[in-house]
């Protein structure tokens, strides 16, 4: 073997050997991107909608998460005026007129709030609207509210899908969807893209962890809700003191919801609803509260 042959052989066995081991190296993991955003609802500064706006944009927020219903040319000059992004929509008559409600009226009454809100996002660029699909209680069986909310729901979905607008289901404590597995079932039944799942981060945890919600729903879920509760507060003050919790202070497992989120990929809205937003410091306050969870 003459030297040009014996250098050549060196440097393949050379790269034979280390091949192996960057082979076995784990794929750099894709950048977390959650985008800042907060409910329009918890913004207590006072002023006009374009105020408001810009003291949410110094803060260091992405966006907000409008009502439905507003007056849309009033909130898109303060989205255009200072930069923000409606993250989502929530739909204003889900509380007070239940898709589920017995009451035909009180049902069609509700799902024009949906299409109005429906309407808001596409105006507004957002992706999502949060509907709080049903309530049950002593006079809207579980069954039956399951049913009669997809019913409902199924009117307007068609219209959903020609605007590009995603409905997110949230879970909230309306005696409903209790489950993450029949959350994911009550998604799936739609066979839609165009329905998932808001999911809210505080509201899980008096009756389970955030996590474990967060793997189960995985693609299901089009945006987040960010907000604390500390199950400490609830076991001595009753279960609505829970919310009474600064970021970072309550029983969130803030980095375990995180790695889950990473687990599924989810690069979307994380929407404060939160206390404490009453005053700029307020936001500035709950904004660097939120880059702390996203960095956890």
Not at 214 to 225: E, G, M, P, Q, V
Not at 230 to 259: C, H, V, Y
Not at 266 to 273: K, L, P, Q, V
Request: proline share 5%; glycine share 10%.
């Amino acid at each position: 073997m003459n030297r040009r042959s014996f250098l050549l052989a060196s440097a393949a066995a050379s790269a034979v050997a280390v091949l192996p081991a960057v082979l076995s190296q784990d794929p750099p993991k894709p950048k977390r991107r959650i985008r800042k955003g907060i409910m329009w609802g918890t913004v207590g500064v006072k002023g006009s909608t374009l105020e408001k706006m810009h003291a949410v944009k110094a803060a260091g927020y992405e966006g907000v998460e409008p009502m439905g219903g507003m007056d849309q040319d009033d909130v898109l000059r303060g989205l255009e005026a200072s930069g923000l992004k409606a993250g989502s929509v929530c739909c204003h008559t889900h509380w007070a007129k239940p898709l589920s409600d017995p009451n035909p009226a009180v049902r069609a009454t509700g799902l024009e709030g949906l299409r109005q809100s429906l309407k808001d996002a596409k105006r507004y660029g957002a992706p999502a609207v949060l509907l709080v699909p049903a309530v049950v209680n002593e006079s809207v069986a579980y069954d039956v509210a399951y049913q009669r909310s997809q019913d409902e729901i199924r009117k307007v979905l068609p219209f959903a899908e020609d605007l590009g607008v995603r409905i997110a289901i949230e879970n909230v404590w309306n005696n409903f969807l209790l489950s993450p597995m029949e959350a994911a079932r009550y998604i799936d039944e739609f066979q839609s893209p165009y329905v998932g799942w808001h999911f809210d981060c505080g509201n899980i945890i008096h009756y389970g962890w955030a996590e474990q919600w967060i793997r189960i729903l995985n693609k299901r879920i089009a945006t987040l809700h960010i907000k604390e509760y500390s199950r400490k507060k609830s076991d001595k003050q009753g279960k609505w003191a829970g919310f009474d919790a600064e970021f970072l202070t309550g029983d969130n497992n803030w980095p375990a919801i995180m790695k889950a989120l990473d687990d599924i990929g989810y690069h979307g809205w994380g929407i404060a609803e939160q206390g404490g937003a009453g005053s700029p410091e307020g936001l500035q306050k709950l904004s660097s509260e939120m880059d702390r969870i996203f960095a956890s």
